[in-house]
C-alpha cells in the first residue's frame, strides 16, 4: 500500500542517504519522456521540501530542457536490499549553473571529485513509498568513476565545446538553458 507525505521525513532522508543510485524522469507537454539512472553519492536533501543532484554532462541534457519548458520531475529511489522499499519524490525542478549566484554554497554539499555541467534542484510537493517487493536484490553495486575521468582527461575547454555541440537542445529540440 502507498503512502504519500508532503515532504521528506528524515527516516526518508536516511533511506535516500544509503541508495546507490536513483532515477530522474521528467516530460514536457509533448515529445518523448526521459528517465535517466543517476549514481556516485551525487543526491543531497537539503531541507524537507528541497533536495538536489549534482547533474555530471552527458550525451544529453533532456532534464535541463524539460524543466525549463515544463518543470515537472519525478525521482525515484529504490533498495536493493533485504528491506525493500521504493520511494518516490515529486515536484518542481530548477537548474542552477557554475556562474548563477547560488551555485558556489550549492556545490559545496557535493562531493568535490564530481564535476558539474549543473547542478538540479527539487523543489518537493509530495512523496511517497511503496513496496517494491518485485525489485531484485543487487547488493554489490559499486560506483562507477567513468564520466569522472573522462570529464578530467578532456579538461574543461572540451567538455564546455562538447556541451555547446551536444547539450543546447533535447532530442526532441527543447531548449535546455545551457546559455541562459
Not at 543531497?44 to 544529453?60: A, F, K
Not at 549543473?118 to 509530495?126: F, G, T
Amino acid at each position: 500500500m502507498a503512502d504519500f507525505f508532503d515532504h521528506i521525513t528524515e527516516k526518508h532522508a536516511e533511506f535516500i542517504a544509503e541508495q546507490p543510485m536513483f532515477f530522474t524522469a521528467t516530460a514536457c507537454a509533448s515529445g518523448r519522456i526521459n528517465l535517466s539512472p543517476k549514481g556516485n553519492d551525487s543526491f543531497r536533501v537539503i531541507s524537507p521540501n528541497l533536495c538536489g543532484y549534482i547533474d555530471m554532462g552527458g550525451s544529453g541534457n533532456e532534464t535541463a530542457a524539460h524543466i525549463k519548458n515544463d518543470g515537472r520531475i519525478t525521482v525515484m529511489f529504490n533498495s536493493f536490499t533485504r528491506n525493500p522499499l521504493i520511494y518516490r519524490l515529486y515536484g518542481k525542478g530548477r537548474v542552477v549553473r557554475p556562474g548563477h549566484n547560488e551555485f558556489a554554497d550549492l556545490r559545496k554539499q557535493f562531493p568535490a571529485e564530481l564535476p558539474a555541467r549543473q547542478i538540479v534542484l527539487i523543489d518537493v510537493e509530495s512523496t511517497q513509498t511503496s513496496c517494491g517487493y518485485a525489485v531484485p536484490l543487487a547488493n554489490d553495486m559499486v560506483s562507477r568513476d567513468t564520466l569522472v575521468k573522462w570529464v578530467e582527461k578532456k579538461g574543461e575547454t572540451v567538455i564546455r565545446e562538447y556541451e555547446q555541440k551536444n547539450n543546447l537542445k533535447s532530442i526532441d529540440g527543447f531548449d535546455t538553458g545551457l546559455n541562459d
